[in-house]
């Protein structure tokens, strides 16, 4: 598992350590890596300097398997395990 952003890497270790995130924190701050994957918002939308809550599940192969719209975050994890066990079948 891994977050990106588009903070700094000093932004990203400040978050890190305040909120005990557990996993690592990619920065994107030129907002390449955001463009490949479709998380920039129009720049008419609210949040428009944020990306968009998307997570993605990466197959084996390296291969984007699904994209997921996180609207609901506490329930998030499970569909991403539920799905994960699918795609071991």
Same mark, same amino acid.
């Given at each position: 598992m891994l977050g990106a952003s588009f903070d700094t890497p000093a932004d990203n270790? !400040? $978050?890190k350590e #305040?909120?005990?995130f557990p996993f690592p924190l990619l920065s994107d701050p030129d907002k390449a890596v955001g463009t490949t994957y479709g998380v920039l918002r129009d720049?008419?939308?609210? $949040?428009a300097d944020f990306p968009k809550r998307l997570s $993605?599940?990466? #197959?084996p192969d390296g291969n984007v398997a699904r994209v997921y719209e996180?609207?609901?975050p506490a329930g998030h +994890? +499970? !569909?991403v395990i539920a799905d994960l066990a699918a795609e071991q079948r």
């Open positions: 270790a !400040a $978050f #305040a909120v005990e720049p008419d939308e609210p $949040f $993605f599940l990466v #197959a996180v609207d609901d +994890a +499970a !569909a």
